[in-house]
């Protein structure tokens, strides 16, 4: 699979940079903005990277399994591949007193919150050097350093002190930001600070610290045609009720491994107004830093059939016809006994966005692709952006699920 540093470093990189942000708070939760960052691949290697991701996925879900079985923490340092190598999302993270601000990937699947990555580390007084190794392998990019406890804040409102976060004195595949501000369960930092079992995440010192009353957080994204904007939300202590337009459906954690490392599921899948089996009901996850929708290889290929689409040479998505995209049916997800459509539309990459990832800017591009491995796995489908821009999603550990609901971009027509 191709290196995520050496793609990054090659690639025009296009960035929405926020300035101090624009914190909101409503009825005891808070809420700050983050911010799409496009990578200009210009080849196929964004497909490429998604499975190299999704395979780490399993990988590092499967070790967790496996030692847990045994009665072992999980020493070893997995794979949890971070960056979307599409559409990755951010925001600006103050480390210190006076703060220094970081550019951070905003990632579900990853707990870690580390720097150093662009911006190097700038010691305060706040700054405690605990001595001990850091250390993170993503698949596709990885750093290694030191844990230090500090002030980390996320906005006026949302100061976390002595919060551990890893200062890298290596790292590869992050060019262009500056590091990670990890949000998935917290059991994925075992194993990653020696002399530590697991380490809270910042959601769960908020939490702790009676900043935020619920520990839980809201995810909200917006359909795109442009490669700049701030057009996502990040909700710290429970839901934004603006952000949806139905109840919220929730899903408990899955028991099936490697799945259930993560903000994983159970759902399936149909085609179609005759809801065609894509793929029955099974385990998977929910990825911010996922950008498409990737399905076990033989759902895949249903899909791919029941669409009529090809995979196009020069990006690795699929390709579809004028005619055929005329015919383009829902993709159904059916979760806790409720459908979630994602329209034709929602199925289109954007237009305007199709040169970003080396294809041409008249032709239609599927965001549904290949996860590379049958069903079976324990893992057999990734949610990932392409599905959260069109529907809200909350992740709440103190009840172990994940929540959905519709928004007014559900049916939105923008690509």
Same mark, same amino acid.
């Given at each position: 699979m191709?290196?995520?540093?050496v793609l990054l470093?090659a690639?025009l990189?296009l960035?929405?940079?926020?300035a101090?942000?624009?914190?909101q708070i409503?009825?005891?939760?808070?809420?700050?903005p983050i911010a799409k960052k496009?990578?200009?691949?210009?080849?196929?290697?964004f497909?490429?990277a998604?499975?190299?991701?999704a395979q780490g996925l399993?990988a590092r879900g499967?070790?967790?399994?496996?030692?847990?079985a045994r009665?072992?923490?999980?020493?070893a340092?997995g794979?949890i591949?971070?960056?979307n190598?599409?559409?990755?999302y951010?925001s600006n993270?103050?480390?210190?007193s006076p703060?220094?601000?970081?550019e951070?990937l905003i990632?579900?699947?990853?707990s870690n919150?580390?720097?150093?990555?662009?911006t190097?580390?700038?010691?305060?007084?706040?700054?405690?050097n605990?001595?001990?190794?850091?250390?993170?392998?993503y698949?596709?990019g990885?750093?290694?350093g030191?844990?230090?406890?500090?002030t980390?804040s996320?906005?006026p409102?949302?100061?976390?002190?002595q919060?551990s976060?890893?200062?890298?004195s290596t790292?590869?595949g992050f060019?262009g930001?500056?590091?990670?501000?990890g949000i998935?369960?917290?059991?994925?930092?075992?194993?990653?600070?020696?002399?530590?079992n697991s380490?809270?995440?910042v959601?769960?010192n908020?939490?702790?610290?009676?900043i935020?009353?619920?520990n839980?957080i809201g995810?909200?994204?917006?359909p795109?045609?442009?490669?700049?904007v701030?057009?996502?939300e990040l909700?710290?202590?429970g839901?934004?009720?603006t952000?949806?337009t139905s109840?919220i459906?929730?899903a408990?954690i899955?028991?099936?491994?490697?799945?259930?490392?993560?903000?994983g599921?159970?759902?399936s899948?149909s085609?179609?107004?005759?809801?065609f089996n894509?793929?029955?009901r099974t385990?998977?996850?929910?990825d911010?830093?996922?950008t498409l929708i990737?399905?076990?290889?033989n759902?895949?290929e249903?899909?791919?059939?029941r669409t009529?689409?090809t995979?196009?040479?020069? &990006?690795g998505?699929l390709? *579809?016809? +004028? $005619?055929?995209?005329?015919?383009?049916?829902?993709?159904n997800?059916? %979760?806790? =006994?409720?459908?979630f459509?994602?329209?034709p539309n929602?199925q289109?990459f954007p237009?305007?966005?199709?040169t970003?990832?080396?294809g041409s800017a &008249?032709?239609?591009?599927l *965001?549904v +692709? $290949?996860?590379?491995?049958?069903?079976g796995?324990?893992?057999?489908? %990734?949610? =990932?952006?392409?599905?959260?821009?069109r529907?809200y999603?909350?992740?709440d550990t103190?009840?172990?699920?994940?929540?959905?609901?519709?928004t007014?971009?559900?049916d939105?027509?923008?690509?």
């Amino acid at each position: 699979m191709t290196k995520l540093s050496v793609l990054l470093s090659a690639l025009l990189t296009l960035t929405v940079v926020l300035a101090s942000p624009v914190v909101q708070i409503r009825d005891s939760i808070i809420t700050i903005p983050i911010a799409k960052k496009i990578v200009s691949t210009g080849s196929r290697n964004f497909v490429e990277a998604e499975r190299a991701r999704a395979q780490g996925l399993i990988a590092r879900g499967k070790a967790k399994a496996a030692a847990r079985a045994r009665g072992e923490s999980d020493a070893a340092v997995g794979n949890i591949p971070v960056t979307n190598q599409a559409v990755t999302y951010v925001s600006n993270v103050g480390v210190g007193s006076p703060p220094t601000q970081y550019e951070l990937l905003i990632d579900t699947g990853s707990s870690n919150t580390w720097v150093g990555a662009g911006t190097a580390y700038k010691k305060t007084s706040t700054s405690v050097n605990t001595g001990k190794r850091v250390s993170v392998t993503y698949g596709s990019g990885s750093f290694s350093g030191t844990e230090y406890l500090d002030t980390v804040s996320l906005g006026p409102s949302l100061v976390i002190q002595q919060q551990s976060i890893g200062v890298a004195s290596t790292s590869s595949g992050f060019d262009g930001v500056d590091g990670i501000l990890g949000i998935g369960p917290v059991d994925l930092t075992e194993g990653t600070v020696s002399g530590e079992n697991s380490i809270p995440t910042v959601t769960d010192n908020l939490f702790a610290r009676g900043i935020i009353s619920s520990n839980e957080i809201g995810i909200s994204f917006e359909p795109t045609t442009t490669p700049e904007v701030t057009n996502g939300e990040l909700t710290f202590g429970g839901i934004d009720s603006t952000k949806f337009t139905s109840s919220i459906t929730y899903a408990p954690i899955t028991s099936t491994s490697p799945a259930g490392e993560f903000w994983g599921i159970d759902q399936s899948i149909s085609y179609g107004t005759d809801f065609f089996n894509i793929l029955p009901r099974t385990a998977g996850i929910v990825d911010t830093g996922t950008t498409l929708i990737l399905l076990a290889t033989n759902a895949f290929e249903l899909y791919k059939l029941r669409t009529g689409a090809t995979e196009d040479s020069s &990006t690795g998505l699929l390709k *579809i016809s +004028n $005619d055929n995209l005329g015919r383009l049916k829902n993709l159904n997800f059916h %979760i806790q =006994g409720v459908t979630f459509e994602l329209t034709p539309n929602a199925q289109l990459f954007p237009h305007s966005l199709n040169t970003d990832i080396g294809g041409s800017a &008249t032709d239609n591009y599927l *965001i549904v +692709n $290949d996860l590379g491995t049958p069903s079976g796995e324990g893992l057999d489908f %990734i949610n =990932g952006y392409a599905f959260l821009e069109r529907f809200y999603s909350v992740y709440d550990t103190a009840n172990q699920r994940v929540g959905f609901a519709t928004t007014p971009f559900t049916d939105a027509t923008t690509n």
